[in-house]
C-alpha cells in the first residue's frame, strides 16, 4: 500500500497543483507525470491515473502534474505551460518528498514537457525557484521535434497555438521550447513510440535518439511495432512494461550502472 496522496499547489490558478502520492517504505524514485492532449483543455491529469497506479504498486513515489492548457475562451500557451512545469517540479522540491532517482514521464505533448524539463532552458526558465535534479527522462509517443509538428499541422495546429505561430514567426520561442533544441540534455533518455502512431510520427522520436546520442547523450528509442498513440496509458500493454524495463534499471546509488543506451532504432 501506497501513502497517502496530498495536493500541492504552485499557483494561484485552479489547475496550478499536483497530486503527490509517496510510496510505502523507501521509495524506489519518484516520477512526475506529465500527460498530453496536445496542450489543450479538456484533457487531464486523469490520464495518468492508471499509469501512478501502476508505479506506487512498484514501489516509486508519483506526482501527478497537471498545468495551465489551451481553450478557447483563454489564450494559455507560451510561456504559461513552460512555467507550470517549472513550478511543479518547485513545488515537491520545496515539499522535500523527492526520493531519487527523480524522472519526469510524459506522453505525448507531456514528451515534450518531460524532456523540456531536464534542459538548461528549464533551469533557467523562472529565475525565482530551486529546481530537483532531473536524474532521467521518459518519453511516450512524444512531440519532441515542435518545428516538424507545427510543419505537419499535427493536433489540429496544436503547436502554433501553444507558441503563438510557426518557427518563422516565432524563431525564439522554438528555440527555447523545443526537446531537440535543447540537446545534449545530460542525462539517460528513452523514447518510445508505436510505428503504427497515426497522432505523432513514430519518425520524430527516432531522429530525436539519433540527434541526442550525436551530442553525447545516453538515448534510447524502443520503436514498437503494432502500436499506436495511445496503448502507452495502459500499464498491461507492451509499451509501459518495457519502460518499466528501463526504469527499474536506473542507477539508485552513484556506483549503480546507468541501463544500456541504444543511440539506433530498438524494434519491438
Known sequence: MSGTSIELRYGEQQEQRLSFTPAAGRARGTAMLIHGG???????????????ADLLERGWSVANLEYRRIDAERPVGYPAVLEDVVRGLAAIATADVVTPPLVPVGHSAGGQLALWAASASAQSFCADVSLPKIDAVVSQAGVVDLSAAADGRLGRDAVR??????????????????????????????????RSDEHVPCEMSERYARAACERGDAATVLALDAVGHFEHLDPRLEPWRRTIGWLERLPRTEHDTLPAAHCMEVGG
Open 38 to 52: 496536445f496542450w489543450r483543455a479538456p484533457y487531464s491529469a486523469t490520464l495518468m491515473e492508471r499509469l501512478a
Open 161 to 194: 497555438a501553444l507558441l503563438g505561430g510557426g518557427p518563422a514567426e516565432q524563431p525564439a520561442r522554438y528555440a527555447s521550447a523545443c526537446p531537440m533544441r535543447q540537446l545534449p540534455l545530460g542525462v539517460p533518455q528513452l523514447l518510445v513510440h508505436g
